[in-house]
């Protein structure tokens, strides 16, 4: 009998982790709303069905990675979401970054129906996905892991932070922090460079060769400067940014150069680039500065 896993959330991460399983013999039951991703998604091998709650009904495990708090709570807890579709065995493993309050509660319903819950948010973009290297952030029993790994191991490895839901969340918002201020730190770097009469290219070679440099910093500097994808689309960092200034607002703690991360991401998307690549937050500095 063929191995089977549901995901819900084909995009830019979700589409490439279909074919992943497809690839590792896994029946892949999946539901979009748009025409094209469909046709995608029916084109690679996946089985679409017509709700999330047909995915339940087809598979024990369901990968959710769509983008933001609203469409993980609608697809587990709305109309013909998951839970209508909810049987003895179901596991959810939430991939999303959001919230960690949101996860906590959308675990809590999925508990009150006899679903098990694994927190997973994941770093890395759709090559890792495709090489199966994401770095998986996962918290849960760890019985319920251990259940998961055959799963989980298809696409990254797997980093167990504990035991209690939202705490796969709360390192992840972290992660993003760095993220999001290395981000505007590596469009300042190129502006610089540029204003300089430097190459932005051999600044940028040289930086990212030095302790100045890191795996973001020579991918995301290489995005720029050849206008190549980056990890992560603008619409996406804007919401993680704005989740960790969120968070550190309850906390009463201040984070400077988060806040100020946080203006290049929301200029751009008053600018109308929310559905462009990372890549694209470039074009505000450009913008603010050309003559």
């Not at 060769?209 to 990890?231: A, M, N, Q, T, V």
């Not at 998307?269 to 929310?274: A, K």
Request: aromatic share 4%; hydrophobic share 40%.
């Amino acid at each position: 009998m063929a191995k089977k896993i549901g995901i819900i959330g084909l995009g830019r991460c979700g589409m490439p982790a279909a074919e992943k399983y497809i690839e590792n013999g896994y029946q892949v039951f999946g539901y979009a709303r748009r025409p094209e991703v469909i046709k995608k998604f029916q084109e690679i091998g996946g089985i679409h069905v017509e709700n999330p709650a047909a995915v339940a009904q087809n598979v024990e495990t369901i990968i959710i990675m769509v983008l933001n708090d609203p469409q993980v709570i609608e697809v587990i807890t709305g109309p013909n979401g998951i839970l209508d579709g909810t049987h003895e065995g179901l596991k959810v493993i939430a991939m999303s970054t959001i919230r960690r309050e949101n996860q906590e509660w959308v675990a809590q319903k999925c508990e009150e129906k006899g679903v098990q819950f694994i927190d997973c948010p994941f770093t890395g973009g759709p090559a890792r996905v495709k090489a199966g290297t994401l770095t998986l952030i996962v918290a849960g029993p760890t019985p319920l892991v251990e259940t998961c790994r055959p799963i989980l191991e298809v696409i990254g490895k797997i980093h167990h932070v504990g035991e209690k839901i939202g705490m796969g969340q709360s390192v992840k918002h972290c992660n993003q922090l760095l993220v999001c201020v290395t981000h505007a730190a590596v469009m300042e770097v190129i502006l610089l460079a540029r204003k300089l009469d430097l190459d932005p290219n051999l600044v940028c070679d040289i930086v990212g060769r030095g302790i100045g440099g890191s795996d973001y910093f020579r991918l995301l500097s290489k995005s720029i400067l050849e206008h190549i994808p980056s990890p992560g689309g603008l619409g996406q960092l804007a919401k993680d940014i704005g989740i960790v200034i969120n968070t550190a607002h309850n906390l009463r703690i201040p984070l400077y150069t988060a806040t100020s991360a946080y203006q290049y991401f929301m200029a751009a998307i008053s600018m109308g680039l929310e559905n462009m690549d990372g890549a694209d937050t470039m074009r505000v500095l450009e913008r603010l500065t050309e003559p």
